[in-house]
């Protein structure tokens, strides 16, 4: 990778190596960076959107009914007829 002459590193070969190291963290740091980045939801027309079961509904410690936020897993609360996310602020209407 470097170039020696008598145990010296040549011009050329410290900025091949200097080269190849910074791509090699770039690359690093750009590949964790894309997979943390979070999806935006898309326009929801209300169509297909999944409905949760009546079977068990979620009740905070204040007896206020909640779900799980599908964008960011936070709470959910109800405010007339549109769920609302604590957290992200995503919403929906029922």
Partial sequence: MFEQDNGNV????FLKGSALFA???GLAQALPAQA?????PAPDSGENKQ????GKKLVDKDGREYRICDMCGGNM??????WTCEVCG???DE
């Fill in 36 to 40: 943390q980045e979070p999806q935006k």
């Fill in 90 to 92: 995503y919403s929906y």
């Fill in 23 to 25: 791509a090699a963290v």
């Fill in 51 to 54: 409905e949760k079961p009546a």
């Fill in 10 to 13: 040549s011009r050329r070969g």
């Fill in 77 to 82: 609360y109800k405010h007339e007829k549109t």
